[in-house]
């Protein structure tokens, strides 16, 4: 299902790696949310997954959805290598989430000229294949 996305259409990008620790992340992507985790004891943000809180050494969590508004702390323009089932150039960005953690992620729906430090982005997810969605984040309607 769905349409080729490019020329590499026939290699696919690689697959999610899901273990103990960020099944739950994997969980929420497929339900459409992008899940942070958060120490139970600090309450500190923390991504990616891992068993202890680093501020606190809990071993204690829960996750909270991010709103899916950020802002582009940093980013770079991937021209090369290939890489299977990527389209270059693509844009991959350092995303200062409003919950106060940061997330990296691919930019879509934008020109890698038109990318800025501080943009207004928001999350959205790509169906890249028919058993790989990721969450990406996108030129802020609000901006
Ligand atoms: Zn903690």
Do not use: K
């Not at 349409?3 to 960020?22: C, H, K, Q, T, Y």
């Amino acid at each position: 299902m769905g349409e080729p996305r490019s020329a590499d259409a026939m290699r696919l990008r690689p697959r999610r790696v899901v273990n103990g620790d960020n099944q739950f992340f994997w969980d929420g992507v497929d339900d459409g949310q992008l899940l942070i985790q958060r120490c139970a004891d600090c309450q500190r943000l923390r991504h990616p997954a891992r068993p202890m809180c680093p501020h606190c050494q809990s071993t204690r969590w829960d996750a909270v959805a991010a709103s899916g508004d950020g802002t582009v702390f940093s980013y770079v323009v991937h021209h090369h290598p290939p890489l299977p089932g990527v389209t270059v150039p693509h844009v991959v960005a350092t995303i200062d989430l409003s919950e106060g953690t940061r997330y990296v992620a691919q930019l879509v729906d934008v020109e890698p000229a038109d990318v800025s430090i501080g943009m207004p982005v928001e999350l959205t997810f790509v169906e890249f294949d028919p058993d790989l969605t990721l969450p990406v984040f996108r030129p802020a309607a609000r901006a």
